[in-house]
């Protein structure tokens, strides 16, 4: 969108968190309120697929034909990947010094000779040295984020210009995530009339229960072949096939955000096809998704709390002149919560409760979107909110025609799959209002994460955790202040990894890498060398 003066944009690696990132909350369970209620460009409410939105916009909230066809056995029994020439993949220039291929993978990798594939879209940025080591493949997190998207934001940048002179970057979207065929898609009509019960009045229970299951059941109903075959396990799997497909004899990797839980999956299938693998912004192994959500929203009521002890000590923060930031948020929830929206400059569209929730979490993800959180608060408690709309709009992925990637379709089924728990519809809404009473500020939001997987079928294939006896070591780096993925998170997967190592980041905001030059040193030196940090402190 345009700027004011004196405004700054992010910069590609800043946006690509919130576009991506953003939505990793357990690797992507946080939902908007209920009463978030989308317009499209034509201004009117979309249907399923919008609703999907709606109900779990930041869903945070970041995946083998053989001759014998014999499976390969992995030390839990299951199914790991059957041994097949992969072969090499054919690249194209798709502009910008980038090259682009497609990785043909087993729909179903306990039958992979059934005919049914995915073809998943890659994309690599040569390696600018001549003292190249190999490839490093990247995922920004999700899930339902697009490794493609990041690699083409990133590439050129100077915060991957020394990983880049030692490594091709690779980036791939994932099994039925964003360029990936299939994709997972939800339908496209609409049960609008009960979305608009749950305006700024409050929870309609009855009429929320009954909006949820018929939700999820569509979107059930128009991905049935896929969602056995969506999870990180099977993501891990292709993975696996990348690496061969890009000649790497073991795998070198960095993962953001949910992409920590691919790594750790991979850890767990393929202890011993690895060189490195650094996990920034950890997952959480060992509670459910649905579980995770108190953690998340504990985590970004302590990031609102950093942010207005901030805003309220310099100048350089708008609402410090409009009031004060937790002041000026709570005139703006206010106004909503009467008047049930606020307009925005020359636009059909106008900014809901829950856009107010979503924008101002969307900024919280680091430090370098604070000053947007506070000019967005001051605008529109001025009666603008053009930048909080497009704050909350960034963060569910919505286009600038009034469509939007498959990212929260994506984000669900991913994560549905890769949990057991299937709470019903009762036992989701007394957690989600709960959580709510509990956490006043953006507890509300919890309640759409905890329906995510009401109704959906059960997971036939878990994530896996541990390392399976992993010999090489993994680096682990958490972020005390990190809202998204708590750092204790960081804690929790280094000891289920077991050999494994964490760089501890003293600082706010979700994820490290592109923000912190000490953990970018470390993490960069550690992909080359395989060595962790001697030093496993920054900040």
Do not use: K
Request: with cysteine.
């Amino acid at each position: 969108m345009p700027t004011r003066e004196g405004e700054h944009a992010f910069d590609a690696c800043c946006l690509e968190c919130l576009r991506c990132d953003l939505t990793t909350v357990h690797g992507g369970t946080l939902s908007p309120l209920p009463g978030v209620r989308r317009t499209s460009a034509r201004g009117h409410t979309p249907g399923v697929r919008g609703r999907w939105r709606a109900l779990v916009a930041a869903s945070v909230v970041v995946s083998f034909v053989s001759s014998a066809c014999v499976p390969a056995v992995r030390n839990d029994g299951g199914v790991a990947r059957v041994a097949v020439d992969v072969g090499t993949l054919e690249w194209s220039d798709c502009g910008d010094g980038l090259d682009c291929a497609t990785l043909v993978v087993p729909f179903d990798h306990e039958r992979p000779d059934d005919g049914r594939t995915f073809r998943l879209p890659i994309i690599r940025a040569r390696a600018t040295s001549v003292g190249r080591i190999g490839a490093v493949v990247l995922n920004p997190g999700g899930p339902g984020g697009s490794g493609v998207d990041l690699v083409r934001s990133i590439a050129g940048s100077d915060a991957v210009a020394e990983l880049n002179q030692r490594f091709d970057l690779v980036g791939f979207d994932p099994r039925g995530v964003r360029g990936s065929e299939p994709a997972v898609r939800c339908a496209d009509d609409g049960y609008d009339d009960a979305v608009d019960t749950l305006g700024p009045g409050g929870l309609d229970r009855a009429a929320y229960a009954a909006a949820v299951v018929a939700d999820r059941q569509a979107c059930v109903d128009a991905n049935r072949e896929l969602l056995d075959h969506v999870g990180t396990n099977d993501a891990a799997r292709d993975l696996d096939m990348l690496r061969e497909a890009l000649g790497e004899e073991r795998l070198t990797y960095l993962g953001f955000s949910y992409g920590t839980r691919i790594g750790m999956a991979y850890a767990a299938i393929f202890p011993d096809r690895y060189r490195a693998l650094a996990l920034d912004g950890a997952d959480n192994p060992t509670t459910s998704v649905s579980r995770s959500v108190g953690a998340q929203y504990l985590g970004f009521e302590e990031a609102f709390d950093a942010f207005t002890a901030w805003c309220d000590d310099t100048d350089e923060c708008s609402a410090s002149r409009t009031g004060g930031a937790e002041r000026t948020f709570r005139a703006v929830e206010e106004r909503l919560r009467v008047d049930g929206s606020i307009p925005i400059v020359d636009s059909v569209r106008v900014v809901t409760l829950g856009e107010l929730y979503l924008g101002v979490i969307a900024g919280l993800y680091g430090e370098d979107g604070w000053p947007l959180v506070g000019r967005a608060l001051a605008r529109a408690s001025e009666g603008d909110g053009s930048l909080l709309q497009w704050l909350a709009d960034t963060l569910v992925d919505r286009r600038s025609d009034g469509t939007y990637e498959n990212t929260m379709e994506a984000n669900v089924a991913v994560n549905c799959a890769d949990d057991v728990e299937r709470p019903t519809i009762d036992d989701a809404l007394d957690r989600g209002i709960d959580l709510a009473t509990r956490l006043p500020r953006f507890g509300p939001l919890g309640v759409g994460a905890f329906t995510d997987c009401v109704g959906w079928p059960s997971s036939s294939d878990p994530v896996r955790t541990g390392s399976g006896g992993a010999p090489t070591p993994v680096l682990v780096v958490g972020t005390t202040g990190d809202p998204a993925t708590p750092y204790a998170w960081a804690e929790a997967l280094a000891a289920s990894i077991g050999n494994a190592t964490v760089l501890t980041n003293v600082a706010e905001g979700h994820t490290s890498y592109f923000s912190s030059v000490c953990v970018r040193d470390a993490v960069n030196a550690y992909l080359v060398a395989g060595a962790v940090p001697s030093s496993t402190r920054c900040g």
